[in-house]
């Protein structure tokens, strides 16, 4: 991947980050942005999962952090520098979103004002039956922006690709690539 990649290409790479507690669904994520097979076992991940995806003319670098708590404390904070935009996701529980709101401070730690710090309230097909909270909900108590997901369903790739364009946009205005 990375030989095909030409120098002027560069400007075009794009570190997207996902972190989270423990099955959250960040590889969920990770798998629909790269039309892997979604299927609903629970494998958690070891140290974390790199994968790039060629998003309109930009290359995606999407890393995808473990949340198990060894992992989390020991090498997050090395994985998360040099992130264009961190999405810190959540499974819209009460007790998850109040975790979140702690993971957020940490992240404010290692991350310049120039990186977002995005919520992803996923799991958003259990509001109903299961007392999940709403991306409005979640948006109100963190005081971050908020956008709410389905990871499991395939058909919410596009709702995905929408939340992480609009960063990108503003990606392009701060490395001076668009006006
Ligand atoms: N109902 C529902 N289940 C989901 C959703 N997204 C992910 N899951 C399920 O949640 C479980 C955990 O998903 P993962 O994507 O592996 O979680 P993770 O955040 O990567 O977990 P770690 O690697 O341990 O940090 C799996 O069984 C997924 O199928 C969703 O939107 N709705
Ligand atoms: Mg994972």
């Known amino acids: ?72 404390r020991t090498y997050s904070k090395d994985y998360l520098l040099g992130s264009d935009v961190i999405f810190i996701v959540s499974d819209s529980t009460p007790r998850n979103v109040l975790n979140t709101r702690e993971l957020i401070n940490y992240a404010c730690h290692f991350v310049g004002k120039e990186c977002p710090i995005i919520c992803i309230a996923n799991k958003q097909d259990l509001v109903k039956s299961d007392g999940r909270m709403d991306a409005k909900r979640v948006e109100d108590l963190l005081r971050v922006k908020t956008y709410g997901l389905t990871a499991i369903n395939k058909a919410e790739r596009k709702t995905l690709l929408n939340i992480i364009k609009k960063e990108l946009e503003k990606i392009s205005v701060r490395r001076g690539l668009k006006e």
């Open 1 to 72: 991947m990375w030989s095909i990649i030409l120098s002027s290409e560069i400007s075009k790479i794009v570190k997207v980050t996902f972190i989270g507690a423990p099955a959250v669904g960040k590889t969920t994520m990770l798998k629909l942005l790269i039309k892997d097979h979604i299927d609903r076992f629970y494998i958690p991940t070891h140290g974390l999962d790199l994968r790039t995806v060629k998003f309109d003319d930009y290359y995606l670098r999407i890393w995808d952090l473990a949340g198990q708590s060894g992992y989390l």
